[in-house]
């Protein structure tokens, strides 16, 4: 079991910033993958970016440029890095955890992000 706890978060004005943390705790392999996944009401949670221990990134393509994705893996942490917030971003973000060793990855409890047009 991998267990995760977000931080950040909040309201912020169209074209502010705002920083997503995510700490893992529990039974972490070498071989992960971490990142963030949102929710927007009525809708179905999609993938925002993905980082492997490696470092190989992956972004959706409504997010390319304007969000970073890092991760410190002597701390297990997963960070996300949201710039140029557009209200479309508005949604509640999930940190995310798997492994090729894991039946279904692990979820955050998930932090509100809000854009206010």
């Known amino acids: 079991q991998v267990q995760l706890v977000e931080s950040g978060g909040g309201l912020v004005q169209a074209g502010g910033s705002l920083r997503l943390s995510c700490a893992a705790s529990?039974?972490?392999?070498?071989?992960?993958?971490m990142g963030w996944y949102r929710q927007a009401p009525g809708k179905q949670r999609e993938l925002v970016a993905t980082?492997?221990?490696?470092?190989?990134?992956n972004y959706a393509n409504s997010v390319k440029g304007r969000f970073t994705i890092s991760r410190d893996n002597a701390k297990n942490t997963v960070s996300l890095q949201m710039n140029s917030l557009k209200p479309e971003d508005s949604a509640v973000y999930y940190c995310?955890?798997?492994?090729?060793?894991?039946?279904?990855?692990?979820w955050g409890q998930g932090t509100q992000v809000t854009v206010a047009s």
């Open positions: 529990g039974s972490i392999v070498n071989t992960n993958t």
């Open positions: 980082v492997t221990r490696g470092g190989p990134t």
């Open positions: 995310y955890y798997n492994s090729p060793w894991m039946n279904n990855p692990s």
